[in-house]
């Protein structure tokens, strides 16, 4: 008997009855949101200006915080990877403030924005303009709770990407910037766009730390879905099309994944 | 004016039966689901009502009346629901799952700002100023109802930084700074004592919002009309009267 077959008959029984609830409860509810979904009205409720409005502010606000995550986010995950050769205090620091914000509940990270950069906050009393209520606000939040997982991603694929073809390139000449641009970011390449789709969907999806920090004003810092949330208090209808929406996009960004960016995510 | 509050802090006794006929024991958990703006006084009435029922066990979910009354829709499990205006409690009874509300206390619009008032804010007109940063409840919940109705009045557009999603939510913002000012319920200003400076709005009292309470499960009818009585009791209405509300 192989050790394949083995496992194969040992998971039959006992694990297929778990699973199949495991994936119950995962895939019913977005069931649910599509059975029940008020497809003749659908073009109706999507097309609104305030949906149309917040739609563009979602996407903008999300693109954005996508690209500063990756500027700010790569070398964090450069210095990361790196960080193994440190002492234990420093590397597990960094490790944690990377990290936490992937654990804290985004409210939390929302009163925590506000108190270093809303108008009476650490840093904010000294700023001569105010965040708190803008776009900005609202990118600030979302790159906030988002970027983590862009620089995971890049980490990840930094460690297990082969260092010895950098030593080879400095070997042969080339500049710390050259190795970098040339060796390290391409062979990383995979897990840079991996990471940025998921820190974009990530930012696209976030509520609590926006409508804490931002607030929520049409236009202006009522994202998709802050608008689902107060619509559903208004209009269940409206709020069904709005996660619809929100729904195809992330796993519009799902299927663009490739298996060979994120092993393990797609089929 | 309905919002000056008693400051003397009264003596309720906590073994005096708040029904006027001792009640039977009760038991097991009442799960009440009450408006945003009534979170500290229903967390009072709540905590007395259980020690006049030491076999209850009393639990308050509080939130926007509107989320609440959609969540009771989709099938939460509450006994009692109290909220800040008759249109959220029409959610429930439309869905045929209350009937029957009765309207237990008044709350009246008024302005807040931080201490020592930094934008200079001085009356409603002040909220047309773009230079400040202003919140108000959206205008789906009760409190955005309310703010409007007053504003319209007072022919006031105001220019708005953030539509809240319940009352707490615009006085926490002015108890933190920042906004230089929101509308909220009076007793919401007396709930946040220093916190926050209340400006009374002249005439808001003629809209003033009106609370309705409801049994609304069938898991404990004898302890949520026990608590209804309780709210509606004299010693309920005093309770809520030191709250900053006004009873019908």
Not at chain 1, 249 to 261: F, I, Q
Not at chain 2, 89 to 111: S, Y
Request: hydrophobic content about 50%; proline content about 7%; some cysteine.
């Amino acid at each position: 008997m192989t050790r394949g077959s083995a496992r194969r008959s040992f998971l039959m029984p006992a694990l297929w009855i778990p699973a199949a609830l495991a994936l119950a409860l995962l895939g019913l509810p977005l069931v649910a949101l599509v059975v029940r979904a008020p497809w003749a009205s659908l073009p109706d409720l999507l097309s609104r200006s305030e949906v149309i409005q917040a739609l563009a502010l979602s996407f903008g606000t999300a693109s954005i915080a996508t690209l500063v995550s990756l500027v700010l986010g790569i070398p964090l995950a450069l210095v990361l990877a790196r960080s193994a050769e440190w002492s234990v205090v420093p590397r597990r620091v960094l490790r944690a403030l990377v990290t936490v914000p992937l654990v804290l509940p985004p409210v939390v990270g929302g009163v925590a924005l506000l108190l270093l950069l809303g108008r009476r906050g650490l840093i904010g009393q000294f700023l001569p303009f105010t965040i708190p209520f803008s776009t900005s606000a609202v990118v600030i939040a979302q790159v906030f709770v988002a970027m983590p997982f862009l620089v995971l991603a890049v980490e990840g694929a930094v460690r297990a990407s082969d260092r010895r073809f950098e030593v080879a390139a400095a070997t042969l000449g080339a500049s710390r910037w050259t190795v970098l641009r040339r060796v390290t970011l391409p062979l990383v390449a995979p897990g840079i766009a991996a990471g940025s789709l998921l820190c974009f969907t990530r930012a696209l999806g976030e509520f609590g730390a926006t409508i804490t920090f931002a607030g929520s004003f049409p236009g202006v810092t009522q994202t998709l879905p802050i608008a689902t949330y107060i619509e559903l208090q208004r209009d269940p209808d409206a709020a069904i099309a709005l996660s619809l929406l929100l729904m195809a996009a992330s796993v519009a960004v799902l299927v663009s994944l490739r298996d060979r960016w994120v092993p393990g995510l797609t089929a | 004016m309905k919002c000056l509050a008693v400051a003397a802090v009264l003596a309720l006794t906590g073994c005096a039966a708040p029904g006027a006929e001792p009640p039977p024991e009760l038991q097991g958990t009442l799960t009440v689901f009450a408006a945003a703006s009534l979170t500290d006084v229903f967390d009072q009435l709540a905590h007395e009502f259980e020690a006049d029922h030491p076999g209850l066990d009393v639990t308050v979910n509080y939130a926007g009346s509107t989320a609440l009354a959609q969540q009771l829709v989709q099938g939460a499990p509450a006994d009692v629901f109290a909220a800040a205006s008759e249109s959220a409690m029409d959610i429930v009874t439309d869905a045929g799952l209350t009937a029957h509300p009765v309207v237990f206390a008044t709350n009246t619009i008024e302005l807040a700002v931080p201490p020592s008032n930094p934008g200079r804010v001085d009356d409603l007109s002040d909220l047309e100023r773009p230079e400040l940063a202003v919140a108000l409840c959206a205008p789906e919940v009760p409190c955005g109802e309310a703010s409007q109705r007053v504003l319209d009045h007072a022919g006031v557009i105001p220019s708005v930084d953030t539509f809240e999603q319940d009352v707490r939510a615009v006085l926490t913002k002015v108890e933190l700074g920042e906004v230089d000012a929101g509308l909220v319920y009076c007793t919401d200003v007396l709930a946040s004592g220093n916190g926050v400076e209340g400006i009374e709005i002249p005439g808001a009292e003629e809209f003033e919002t009106r609370y309705p309470i409801a049994a609304t499960g069938t898991a404990n009818r004898a302890a949520a009309a026990a608590f209804m009585n309780w709210v509606l009791s004299p010693a309920g209405k005093e309770l809520l009267g030191d709250a900053g509300f006004g009873t019908p």
